[in-house]
Protein backbone atom coordinates (compact mmCIF):
# COMPACT_ATOMS: atom_id res chain seq x y z
CA UNK A 1 0.00 0.00 0.00
CA UNK A 2 1.43 3.54 -1.22
CA UNK A 3 0.33 6.77 -0.05
CA UNK A 4 0.48 10.07 -1.59
CA UNK A 5 0.36 12.72 0.90
CA UNK A 6 0.58 16.24 -0.70
CA UNK A 7 1.94 18.83 1.61
CA UNK A 8 3.76 16.43 3.81
CA UNK A 9 5.70 19.51 5.61
CA UNK A 10 3.07 20.94 6.83
CA UNK A 11 1.31 20.95 10.41
CA UNK A 12 -1.16 17.80 9.09
CA UNK A 13 1.33 16.38 6.72
CA UNK A 14 3.15 15.12 9.01
CA UNK A 15 0.56 13.87 11.49
CA UNK A 16 -0.53 11.66 8.41
CA UNK A 17 2.58 10.75 7.57
CA UNK A 18 2.76 9.32 11.28
CA UNK A 19 -0.21 7.63 11.13
CA UNK A 20 0.48 5.92 7.46
CA UNK A 21 3.64 4.54 8.51
CA UNK A 22 2.35 2.63 12.05
CA UNK A 23 -0.29 1.68 9.36
CA UNK A 24 2.19 -0.05 7.68
CA UNK A 25 2.05 2.40 4.49
CA UNK A 26 5.04 3.64 2.33
CA UNK A 27 4.81 7.27 2.38
CA UNK A 28 5.68 9.48 -0.62
CA UNK A 29 5.28 13.17 0.08
CA UNK A 30 5.44 16.22 -1.92
CA UNK A 31 7.41 19.10 -1.46
CA UNK A 32 8.57 22.11 -2.80
CA UNK A 33 12.01 23.01 -3.24
CA UNK A 34 11.93 25.57 -0.63
CA UNK A 35 9.25 23.90 1.86
CA UNK A 36 11.33 23.90 5.72
CA UNK A 37 11.23 20.07 6.69
CA UNK A 38 11.51 20.66 10.70
CA UNK A 39 8.15 18.38 11.16
CA UNK A 40 9.10 15.56 8.77
CA UNK A 41 12.81 15.31 9.74
CA UNK A 42 12.14 12.61 12.23
CA UNK A 43 10.77 10.71 9.77
CA UNK A 44 13.27 11.37 6.50
CA UNK A 45 14.16 7.88 6.14
CA UNK A 46 11.12 6.32 6.29
CA UNK A 47 9.72 8.68 3.82
CA UNK A 48 9.78 9.07 -0.27
CA UNK A 49 10.39 12.84 -0.63
CA UNK A 50 9.11 14.27 -4.38
CA UNK A 51 9.79 18.14 -5.41
CA UNK A 52 6.88 18.85 -6.69
CA UNK A 53 4.94 22.56 -7.55
CA UNK A 54 1.14 21.41 -7.64
CA UNK A 55 -0.11 24.53 -9.72
CA UNK A 56 2.39 23.23 -12.47
CA UNK A 57 0.50 20.62 -14.26
CA UNK A 58 3.86 19.39 -15.60
CA UNK A 59 5.07 18.91 -12.54
CA UNK A 60 2.39 17.42 -10.88
CA UNK A 61 1.92 14.19 -13.82
CA UNK A 62 5.76 13.48 -12.87
CA UNK A 63 4.98 13.50 -9.18
CA UNK A 64 2.41 10.82 -9.95
CA UNK A 65 4.51 8.85 -12.36
CA UNK A 66 7.23 8.70 -9.63
CA UNK A 67 4.56 7.99 -6.34
CA UNK A 68 2.32 5.15 -8.33
CA UNK A 69 0.23 5.54 -5.16
CA UNK A 70 -2.91 3.45 -4.12
CA UNK A 71 -4.12 6.03 -2.09
CA UNK A 72 -4.08 10.28 -2.12
CA UNK A 73 -4.37 12.42 0.40
CA UNK A 74 -4.46 15.80 -1.10
CA UNK A 75 -3.36 18.10 2.04
CA UNK A 76 -1.64 20.82 -0.05
CA UNK A 77 -2.87 24.49 -0.19
CA UNK A 78 -3.01 27.82 1.39
CA UNK A 79 -4.26 26.85 4.40
CA UNK A 80 -4.77 30.48 6.46
CA UNK A 81 -7.87 31.67 6.40
CA UNK A 82 -7.00 35.42 7.17
CA UNK A 83 -4.36 35.39 4.47
CA UNK A 84 -6.98 34.64 2.34
CA UNK A 85 -8.20 38.45 2.12
CA UNK A 86 -4.99 39.34 1.42
CA UNK A 87 -4.36 36.97 -1.67
CA UNK A 88 -7.69 36.02 -2.89
CA UNK A 89 -6.38 34.68 -6.20
CA UNK A 90 -3.79 33.21 -5.26
CA UNK A 91 -5.83 31.09 -2.52
CA UNK A 92 -8.38 30.14 -5.23
CA UNK A 93 -5.50 29.34 -7.67
CA UNK A 94 -3.49 27.64 -5.10
CA UNK A 95 -6.22 25.25 -3.77
CA UNK A 96 -8.69 24.74 -6.83
CA UNK A 97 -6.11 24.51 -9.76
CA UNK A 98 -3.92 22.40 -7.88
CA UNK A 99 -6.29 19.68 -7.27
CA UNK A 100 -7.68 19.99 -10.70
CA UNK A 101 -3.75 19.23 -12.06
CA UNK A 102 -3.94 16.32 -9.87
CA UNK A 103 -6.91 14.76 -10.87
CA UNK A 104 -6.43 15.36 -14.59
CA UNK A 105 -2.53 14.23 -14.44
CA UNK A 106 -4.17 10.95 -12.63
CA UNK A 107 -6.79 10.55 -15.69
CA UNK A 108 -3.98 11.07 -18.06
CA UNK A 109 -1.76 7.97 -16.34
CA UNK A 110 -4.99 6.34 -15.92
CA UNK A 111 -4.39 6.34 -12.21
CA UNK A 112 -6.69 4.70 -10.13
CA UNK A 113 -5.82 5.50 -7.03
CA UNK A 114 -8.21 6.31 -3.83
CA UNK A 115 -8.63 10.01 -3.80
CA UNK A 116 -9.71 12.20 -0.43
CA UNK A 117 -9.97 15.36 -0.83
CA UNK A 118 -9.63 18.36 2.56
CA UNK A 119 -12.85 20.39 2.30
CA UNK A 120 -13.44 22.48 5.95
CA UNK A 121 -16.08 23.52 8.36
CA UNK A 122 -15.11 26.65 6.66
CA UNK A 123 -17.32 26.12 3.19
CA UNK A 124 -20.38 25.85 5.95
CA UNK A 125 -19.60 29.65 6.46
CA UNK A 126 -22.69 31.61 7.71
CA UNK A 127 -24.97 29.23 9.96
CA UNK A 128 -27.87 30.58 11.60
CA UNK A 129 -28.86 28.93 15.23
CA UNK A 130 -31.75 26.21 13.91
CA UNK A 131 -28.95 24.93 12.15
CA UNK A 132 -27.30 23.49 14.33
CA UNK A 133 -25.14 21.11 14.24
CA UNK A 134 -24.14 21.35 11.01
CA UNK A 135 -24.50 18.24 8.95
CA UNK A 136 -23.63 17.72 5.61
CA UNK A 137 -26.79 18.59 3.72
CA UNK A 138 -26.38 22.55 5.09
CA UNK A 139 -26.08 25.15 2.95
CA UNK A 140 -22.85 25.82 2.15
CA UNK A 141 -22.90 29.86 2.46
CA UNK A 142 -18.91 30.21 2.43
CA UNK A 143 -17.59 33.38 3.88
CA UNK A 144 -13.94 34.17 3.06
CA UNK A 145 -12.14 33.61 -0.05
CA UNK A 146 -10.66 30.44 1.70
CA UNK A 147 -14.09 29.36 2.48
CA UNK A 148 -14.56 29.69 -1.34
CA UNK A 149 -11.75 27.93 -2.69
CA UNK A 150 -12.80 24.70 -0.52
CA UNK A 151 -16.09 24.87 -1.77
CA UNK A 152 -14.64 24.16 -5.46
CA UNK A 153 -12.46 21.81 -4.06
CA UNK A 154 -15.31 19.70 -2.51
CA UNK A 155 -17.54 20.35 -5.52
CA UNK A 156 -14.90 19.51 -8.29
CA UNK A 157 -14.38 16.61 -6.35
CA UNK A 158 -17.82 15.60 -6.23
CA UNK A 159 -18.07 16.21 -9.86
CA UNK A 160 -14.98 14.31 -11.48
CA UNK A 161 -16.59 10.89 -9.03
CA UNK A 162 -19.71 11.77 -11.70
CA UNK A 163 -17.81 12.97 -14.56
CA UNK A 164 -15.70 10.04 -14.57
CA UNK A 165 -16.05 7.64 -11.97
CA UNK A 166 -12.98 7.79 -10.06
CA UNK A 167 -12.86 7.38 -6.35
CA UNK A 168 -13.19 10.29 -4.60
CA UNK A 169 -14.28 10.87 -1.31
CA UNK A 170 -14.63 13.93 0.95
CA UNK A 171 -14.18 15.30 4.00
CA UNK A 172 -14.92 18.20 5.99
CA UNK A 173 -12.79 18.80 8.86
CA UNK A 174 -13.56 21.49 11.42
CA UNK A 175 -11.24 23.33 12.99
CA UNK A 176 -8.37 20.59 14.55
CA UNK A 177 -4.94 21.91 16.09
CA UNK A 178 -1.90 20.69 18.39
CA UNK A 179 1.83 20.01 18.39
CA UNK A 180 3.16 21.73 14.91
CA UNK A 181 0.42 23.53 14.28
CA UNK A 182 1.28 26.88 12.68
CA UNK A 183 1.75 30.14 14.78
CA UNK A 184 -1.03 31.60 12.62
CA UNK A 185 -3.70 29.94 13.91
CA UNK A 186 -5.24 31.46 17.27
CA UNK A 187 -4.84 28.15 19.30
CA UNK A 188 -0.93 27.80 18.50
CA UNK A 189 -0.55 31.77 18.57
CA UNK A 190 -2.13 32.09 21.91
CA UNK A 191 0.52 28.64 23.07
CA UNK A 192 3.40 30.44 21.59
CA UNK A 193 2.68 33.61 23.02
CA UNK A 194 2.01 32.30 26.60
CA UNK A 195 5.45 30.08 26.33
CA UNK A 196 7.24 33.44 25.23
CA UNK A 197 6.38 35.44 28.66
CA UNK A 198 7.06 32.32 30.96
CA UNK A 199 10.21 32.10 29.07
CA UNK A 200 10.81 35.97 29.64
CA UNK A 201 10.94 36.77 25.88
CA UNK A 202 7.72 39.28 26.01
CA UNK A 203 6.12 41.27 28.82
CA UNK A 204 3.03 39.41 30.41
CA UNK A 205 0.44 40.43 27.59
CA UNK A 206 -1.36 37.90 25.18
CA UNK A 207 -2.40 40.21 21.81
CA UNK A 208 -5.91 38.69 20.70
CA UNK A 209 -8.11 38.71 17.78
CA UNK A 210 -12.17 38.13 18.37
CA UNK A 211 -13.11 36.22 21.23
CA UNK A 212 -16.57 35.54 20.54
CA UNK A 213 -16.75 33.03 17.76
CA UNK A 214 -17.33 29.63 19.07
CA UNK A 215 -15.53 26.64 17.08
CA UNK A 216 -15.59 22.96 17.00
CA UNK A 217 -11.72 21.39 17.89
CA UNK A 218 -10.73 18.13 17.55
CA UNK A 219 -7.16 16.89 17.89
CA UNK A 220 -5.04 16.56 14.74
CA UNK A 221 -4.35 13.04 16.17
CA UNK A 222 -7.59 11.87 15.68
CA UNK A 223 -8.43 13.96 12.15
CA UNK A 224 -5.59 12.14 10.81
CA UNK A 225 -7.01 8.76 11.92
CA UNK A 226 -10.25 9.60 10.43
CA UNK A 227 -8.77 10.49 6.96
CA UNK A 228 -7.13 7.21 7.26
CA UNK A 229 -10.22 5.34 7.60
CA UNK A 230 -12.58 7.49 4.83
CA UNK A 231 -9.48 6.23 2.19
CA UNK A 232 -9.95 3.06 3.62
CA UNK A 233 -13.73 2.45 3.71
CA UNK A 234 -15.56 5.92 3.12
CA UNK A 235 -17.92 5.94 0.12
CA UNK A 236 -16.87 7.07 -3.27
CA UNK A 237 -18.61 10.36 -3.80
CA UNK A 238 -19.81 10.85 -0.32
CA UNK A 239 -18.87 13.93 1.76
CA UNK A 240 -18.07 13.45 5.61
CA UNK A 241 -18.18 15.91 8.71
CA UNK A 242 -14.86 15.27 10.93
CA UNK A 243 -15.62 17.02 14.39
CA UNK A 244 -15.89 16.33 18.12
CA UNK A 245 -19.36 17.88 18.41
CA UNK A 246 -18.95 20.28 20.98
CA UNK A 247 -17.74 23.82 20.58
CA UNK A 248 -15.38 26.21 22.40
CA UNK A 249 -15.28 29.94 22.16
CA UNK A 250 -11.80 31.30 21.10
CA UNK A 251 -11.91 32.92 24.75
CA UNK A 252 -12.52 29.82 26.35
CA UNK A 253 -9.26 28.89 24.78
CA UNK A 254 -7.41 31.41 25.87
CA UNK A 255 -8.36 31.08 29.38
CA UNK A 256 -7.19 27.45 29.26
CA UNK A 257 -4.05 27.97 28.21
CA UNK A 258 -3.37 31.11 30.42
CA UNK A 259 -5.06 28.83 33.55
CA UNK A 260 -2.02 26.38 33.16
CA UNK A 261 0.34 28.99 32.55
CA UNK A 262 3.34 29.06 35.00
CA UNK A 263 3.28 33.14 34.93
CA UNK A 264 0.90 34.33 37.95
CA UNK A 265 -0.69 37.07 36.12
CA UNK A 266 -1.25 37.13 32.46
CA UNK A 267 -3.33 40.83 30.58
CA UNK A 268 -5.23 39.63 27.64
CA UNK A 269 -5.18 42.87 24.94
CA UNK A 270 -7.40 43.16 21.53
CA UNK A 271 -5.25 43.91 18.47
CA UNK A 272 -7.04 45.44 15.65
CA UNK A 273 -5.05 43.72 12.88
CA UNK A 274 -5.88 40.15 14.53
CA UNK A 275 -9.45 41.00 13.22
CA UNK A 276 -11.06 39.65 9.92
CA UNK A 277 -13.66 41.29 7.64
CA UNK A 278 -16.43 38.94 8.25
CA UNK A 279 -16.05 35.86 10.87
CA UNK A 280 -18.18 32.87 11.36
CA UNK A 281 -19.54 33.26 14.79
CA UNK A 282 -20.08 29.65 15.45
CA UNK A 283 -19.12 26.28 14.05
CA UNK A 284 -20.61 23.23 15.43
CA UNK A 285 -20.67 20.15 13.90
CA UNK A 286 -22.42 16.99 13.62
CA UNK A 287 -20.34 13.80 13.29
CA UNK A 288 -23.38 11.46 13.20
CA UNK A 289 -22.68 10.27 9.37
CA UNK A 290 -19.21 9.29 9.89
CA UNK A 291 -19.62 7.79 13.07
CA UNK A 292 -22.28 5.52 11.64
CA UNK A 293 -20.48 4.86 8.24
CA UNK A 294 -16.80 3.88 10.12
CA UNK A 295 -17.25 4.03 13.80
CA UNK A 296 -14.98 6.84 13.78
CA UNK A 297 -15.21 9.77 16.76
CA UNK A 298 -12.85 11.47 18.71
CA UNK A 299 -11.19 10.29 21.28
CA UNK A 300 -8.73 13.22 22.65
CA UNK A 301 -10.36 15.64 24.89
CA UNK A 302 -9.10 19.29 23.53
CA UNK A 303 -7.70 20.18 27.35
CA UNK A 304 -5.04 17.30 26.66
CA UNK A 305 -4.52 18.91 22.99
CA UNK A 306 -4.15 22.23 24.50
CA UNK A 307 -1.76 20.81 26.99
CA UNK A 308 0.42 19.29 24.27
CA UNK A 309 0.11 22.36 22.22
CA UNK A 310 1.67 24.46 25.38
CA UNK A 311 4.05 22.27 25.93
CA UNK A 312 5.52 22.09 22.12
CA UNK A 313 5.69 25.62 22.19
CA UNK A 314 7.56 25.68 25.57
CA UNK A 315 10.21 23.18 23.86
CA UNK A 316 10.43 25.60 20.68
CA UNK A 317 10.82 28.55 22.96
CA UNK A 318 13.15 27.68 25.65
CA UNK A 319 16.52 27.05 23.58
CA UNK A 320 16.06 31.22 22.72
CA UNK A 321 15.65 31.95 26.10
CA UNK A 322 18.82 30.09 27.57
O1 LIG B 1 4.38 26.13 1.42
P1 LIG B 1 5.22 24.88 1.61
O2 LIG B 1 6.22 24.69 0.50
O3 LIG B 1 5.83 24.81 2.97
O4 LIG B 1 4.23 23.59 1.50
C1 LIG B 1 2.92 23.63 1.94
C2 LIG B 1 2.02 22.94 0.93
N1 LIG B 1 1.77 23.75 -0.29
C3 LIG B 1 2.11 23.38 -1.52
N2 LIG B 1 2.70 22.26 -2.00
C4 LIG B 1 2.90 22.18 -3.33
N3 LIG B 1 2.55 23.13 -4.21
C5 LIG B 1 1.94 24.27 -3.79
N4 LIG B 1 1.58 25.21 -4.66
C6 LIG B 1 1.70 24.43 -2.39
N5 LIG B 1 1.15 25.41 -1.61
C7 LIG B 1 1.19 24.97 -0.34
O5 LIG B 1 0.82 22.69 1.66
C8 LIG B 1 2.67 22.78 3.16
O6 LIG B 1 3.40 21.58 3.12
C9 LIG B 1 1.16 22.44 3.04
C10 LIG B 1 0.25 23.28 3.92
O7 LIG B 1 0.60 23.08 5.24
P2 LIG B 1 -0.12 23.91 6.43
O8 LIG B 1 -0.19 25.35 6.03
O9 LIG B 1 0.57 23.55 7.69
O10 LIG B 1 -1.59 23.37 6.38
P3 LIG B 1 -2.29 22.23 7.26
O11 LIG B 1 -2.79 22.83 8.50
O12 LIG B 1 -1.41 21.05 7.34
O13 LIG B 1 -3.57 21.93 6.36
C11 LIG B 1 -3.75 20.72 5.62
C12 LIG B 1 -5.08 20.79 4.90
C13 LIG B 1 -5.24 22.00 3.98
O14 LIG B 1 -5.95 21.59 2.82
C14 LIG B 1 -6.05 22.97 4.77
O15 LIG B 1 -6.76 23.87 3.96
C15 LIG B 1 -6.98 22.02 5.53
O16 LIG B 1 -6.16 20.89 5.85
O17 LIG B 1 -7.50 22.58 6.68
Given at each position: ????????????????????????????????????????????????L??S??????????????????????????????????T??????????????????????????????????????????D???????????????????????????????K???M??????????????R???????????????????????????????????????????R????????????????L????????????????????????????????????????????????????????????E???????????????????
Amino acid sequence: MRVLITGITGFVGSHLAEHSLVQGAEVVGSLRWRSKTEHIDHLRDRLALVESDLRDLFSVRTLLERARPDYVVHLAAQSFVAASWETPAETLWTNAISQINLFEAMRQLGSTARFLVIGSSEEYGLVYPDELPIRETNPLRPLSPYAVSKVTQDLMGWQYFKSYGMHIVRARAFNHTGPRRGETFATSNFAKQVAEIEAGLRAPVVYVGDLKPTRDFSDVRDIVRGYWQLLERGAPGEVYNLCSGVDWSIERVLSFLIGHSTTPRIDIRQDPARLRPSDVPILRGSREKIERALGWRTTIPLETTLGDLLEYWRRRVRPRAS
